[in-house]
């Protein structure tokens, strides 16, 4: 997120500034737009508690939050063009910048400035909005065309910066997080019925949608124009594909990624404050951790979530990495007491129900690594993009098999409930998988896959008219596979390709990019995600699913291209991430309090539920007969986020 503004003066530039947050309003009717974005801004201070930035006319008027690594000697966005009739604000880090710049002093551009917002905004005079698909980095930008009174908004391919809009009577306002939407004056906000059945379908609500029916997020590698008079136009100027390049040899392709890596995590590493990293102990962390060490003139700092149950604590094995890179780490430890103390103020980052199982500790590891650094690097993206899920292998395994064997896969769902809480939550697993076998495609069994509750557990918890609102429940995959990837076959003729091209598009922007932004965006930390870079994403496209997927072991080549980084034996164990041990901790005093903001937060009385099925999944987690815990620790988010919002019509 470096935007190196500082004036072109003739002294060597030495500042950073980093911008992390912008928010926006075209008012359609009086009042003053300086003002209410000035509230905007307000609300997402912790983006950049540093200094803001304001521009406004009447009408319309954006702004920003900064935080800075380093003092600049003048100027700070907005950005105007020499001619000023574009203004802009822009959220991100553009890797490439240099480049583009060059590229357009070679054709007359004289730039006023050292840094990369000018590069978008020459960029955008030059090529209009192909300028968007030229960057390389993570951005969310807003452009204000004053001659023409038009907003133009874009966003980064993958979706790694967030952004926010929404489009009412009183205006067209955006944000880089959704609370600084609903504070505008005059816009008025509902829930969204479809919103809170994605939410309780797989743990967040699925983009575009917010939990307000107003309101919507821009979709990762689109551009939304606003022209006053006209529907604003969404477009997209990027989408996923895979473009398998010409054979080469395995080795190749492992030397290809070793190079490709080293840069971009050289690249990503620009600050003048040192970066940190977060450090599970598994593959992709210890990749990015690995290059750091060897492009590095200083030590690294890693840091990393431990619990005090050895089945799901990985800090021993992050420890070892650490020791094998000699970086300088440090290690805290989460426990019961702390997760639920945490989660209130968790879950209010959100500003929507938002219920991944590891935000609590990618929350409490950001605020560990900003007592030292401002700036870390994550590992978010390598799963979907080298195939290494688990479901990846299930999926590959499943594709392969005849339709008929897949159809009567079905069968393990008539498993009876067995006396042993361990053998119970292995059938569950096998019942979900078995589930989605039968499924046409590598795009149904995802939407089948990624659940988080059963169409049985809806069907047993949700009131019948709620469910009905969706349709008939035994089309709710064919209708999802309609709405977001309606020819699979386009997107791959491969099962396992059609899988994690929707991992890619849908859950990593919509789960794992949204949780980490939230988490250390709370605690004015800036991650950077290198597997996400421009030529890694292109790289993992072309290559063949053989050099990531090898048998059951996902990340082939990732694996394959650190391993003379690292010694022996480090990754021979199953992997797990930041993960909370959610099923024991529902069984006791988390469970308890889970109920409490069941019956305390006003949920309970809300027409979408059957109550008293509710009640009773809490008792049968506890007596091991089921595992609800993914379930109840949605409902518990849920819970606080209703318990924080007046009751919508």
């Not at 590891?358 to 870390?376: F, G, I, L, N």
Request: glycine residues 8%.
């Amino acid at each position: 997120m470096t935007g190196r503004d500082g004036p072109d003066n003739g002294t060597a530039f030495t500042g950073v500034r980093i911008i992390c947050g912008i928010v926006g309003l075209l008012a359609r009717g009086e009042g003053d737009p300086v003002a209410a974005v000035r509230r905007q801004c307000d609300s997402i201070v912790h983006r950049g508690p540093d200094d803001e930035g304001l521009y406004g006319e009447p009408g319309f008027a954006f702004g920003m939050r900064r935080l800075s690594i380093l003092d600049i000697a003048g100027g700070h966005q907005p950005f105007r063009s020499p001619d000023d009739r574009f203004v802009l604000m822009f959220n991100g880090e553009i890797y490439n910048f240099a480049a583009l710049r060059a590229e357009l002093a070679a054709a007359g551009r004289v730039f006023r400035s050292s840094g990369d917002a000018e590069v978008i905004l020459a960029g955008y005079e030059r090529w209009g909005a192909e300028v968007f698909g030229r960057l390389d980095g993570m951005f969310a930008v807003a452009i204000w065309d004053r001659q023409a009174r038009r907003l133009v908004l874009a966003r980064d391919p993958v979706g790694i910066k967030p952004l926010y809009y929404s489009d009412q009577p009183a205006g067209f306002a955006f944000a880089s997080e959704l609370q600084a939407l609903t504070l505008l004056p005059g816009f008025h906000w509902t829930t969204d019925p479809r919103a809170q059945l994605d939410y309780f379908r797989f743990g967040h609500v699925r983009t575009p949608r917010t939990i307000h029916a107003e309101a919507r997020t821009l979709p990762p590698g689109h551009i939304l124009t606003v022209t006053r008079g006209a529907e604003p136009e969404l477009t997209a100027y990027w989408t996923p594909r895979y473009t398998p390049a010409p054979p080469l040899p395995p080795e190749e392709w492992v030397e290809r990624f070793r190079r490709t890596w080293l840069d971009t995590v050289a690249e990503q590493m620009v600050a003048d404050v040192e970066v940190g990293a977060f450090l599970s102990g598994g593959i992709d962390s210890s990749a990015v951790v690995a290059a750091m060490t060897r492009v590095s003139d200083r030590p690294v700092r890693s840091f990393t979530i431990g619990f005090p149950d050895p089945r799901y604590d990985e800090s021993r094995h992050a420890e070892a990495v650490a020791a094998a890179l000699g970086t300088v780490h440090t290690t805290r430890t989460l426990d019961l007491v702390g997760a639920q103390d945490l989660l209130p103020t968790v879950a209010a980052s959100y500003a929507e129900p938002f219920a991944d199982p590891s935000m609590v500790p990618t929350w409490y590891v950001s605020r560990v690594a900003a007592e030292q650094v401002k700036v870390a690097l994550s590992g978010d993206g390598g799963d979907e993009l080298f195939f290494g899920y688990k479901r990846h292998a299930t999926e590959r395994r499943v594709g392969a098999l005849p339709a008929p064997l897949r159809h009567a896969a079905r069968a393990i769902g008539a498993v009876p409930t067995l006396p042993w809480r361990r053998a119970n939550e292995t059938v569950q697993r096998w019942t979900r998988t078995a589930a989605s076998a039968g499924l046409p495609c590598g795009v149904s069994r995802f939407f089948a896959k990624l659940q988080i509750t059963s169409p049985g557990l809806r069907a047993q918890v949700f009131a019948p008219e709620f469910l009905a609102m969706d349709g008939d429940p035994r089309g709710e995959i064919a209708r999802l596979r309609a709405e977001y990837f309606p020819n699979s076959t386009a997107l791959s003729a491969d099962t396992l390709e059609q899988f994690a091209l929707c991992d890619l598009a849908l859950n990593l922007p919509g789960a794992m990019l949204t949780k980490v932004d939230r988490a250390s965006m709370a605690h004015s930390l800036e991650v950077r995600v290198p597997m996400l870079g421009q030529k890694m994403v292109e790289l993992a496209l072309a290559m063949p699913a053989a050099m990531k997927l090898d048998g059951t072991t996902g990340k082939k080549v990732v694996r394959q291209a650190i391993a003379p980084w690292l010694p022996a034996g480090l990754f021979d164990r199953r992997k797990q991430g930041f993960q909370m041990p959610l099923s024991a901790w529902f069984a006791g005093d988390f469970g308890r309090y889970a109920e409490m903001l069941w019956r305390e937060s006003g949920a309970r009385d809300e027409g979408i539920w059957r109550r008293s099925a509710v009640d009773g999944l809490f008792a049968d987690h506890r007596a091991g007969k089921r595992d609800h815990s993914r379930f109840l620790y949605a409902l518990a988010v849920y819970c606080l986020w209703k318990a924080r919002v007046r009751p919508a019509s």
